[in-house]
């Protein structure tokens, strides 16, 4: 079945401690993206990688690295995780330019 | 830098009646696609419809359809019939033909649909 797959579903830690949410496609997807939601905001879009070795920052890229070793995985890692980086997490892709993007199923963060 | 708005924060409609969520936007590029996306309590992000900037004709997806005004930068949503399973917060949002085809969202609209 072709998806996205993000783990953790639900993550919650403490102020500076590092985690890691990982994306993973089997589509082959060569574009992929992380987004955050938060209410009355929307979703905004973090980082996006054009293909492998190649990405680049979104709109709220403060706090958050990525990394694309390979085309189906995309990591987003927050080195010292803080109070404000509690939100819904979205991993999304998307096969071709112009098609839709497919998102993953979200990761509720809670920093305390 | 484009932007979305979706005016309505809430919705509510009688089941088997027609609802329709409004969402304007701005922008200066004259290649771009618009989308509704519709996210469940399960928190999935699910694609409703899709309506590309040079297509005159208003797409179509079985119950809904949208209503493009390309001259007033206006995209709305209409649900027909509307069943108890369209109860969601549904996301207007704009992407860029060019560049990293960002999607840029709306606020949301939360639809009730009332028995």
């Known amino acids: 079945e072709a998806q996205v797959t993000q783990n953790p579903r639900y993550l919650i830690t403490v102020t500076g401690k590092k985690l890691t949410v990982t994306c993973s496609q089997n589509?082959?997807?060569?574009?992929m993206s992380w987004y955050r939601q938060d209410p009355g905001l929307g979703l905004r879009q973090i980082y996006y990688?054009?293909?492998?070795?190649?990405?680049d920052k979104g709109d709220v890229p403060e706090g958050y690295k990525v990394s694309r070793k390979e085309k189906r995985n995309f990591p987003l890692i927050l080195e010292s995780p803080s109070p404000n980086q509690t939100s819904l997490y979205f991993c999304?892709?998307?096969?071709?330019?112009?098609?839709?993007?497919?998102f993953g199923n979200g990761t509720r963060l809670t920093v305390t | 830098a484009q932007t979305v708005t979706q005016s309505q924060p809430e919705m509510s409609v009688q089941e088997a009646e027609t609802v329709t969520l409004s969402c304007t936007y701005d922008?200066?590029?004259?290649?771009?696609?618009l989308f509704w996306y519709k996210q469940p309590p399960s928190r999935q992000m699910i694609l409703v419809i899709r309506?590309?900037?040079?297509?005159?004709q208003n797409a179509t997806e079985n119950r809904f359809s949208v209503n493009f005004q390309k001259a007033a930068k206006s995209f709305s949503l209409k649900i027909s019939d509307s069943q108890l399973g369209d109860a969601a917060m549904y996301f207007c949002?704009?992407?860029?033909?060019?560049?990293?085809?960002?999607?840029?969202f709306g606020t949301g609209t939360r639809l009730t649909i009332i028995p």
């Open positions: 999304a892709s998307r096969p071709t330019r112009g098609s839709p993007l497919h």
């Open positions: 589509m082959n997807h060569e574009y």
């Open positions: 990688s054009m293909n492998v070795e190649v990405t």
């Open positions: 922008t200066s590029e004259s290649d771009y696609y």
């Open positions: 309506q590309e900037a040079y297509k005159q």
């Open positions: 949002a704009y992407r860029s033909g060019f560049g990293n085809e960002k999607l840029t």
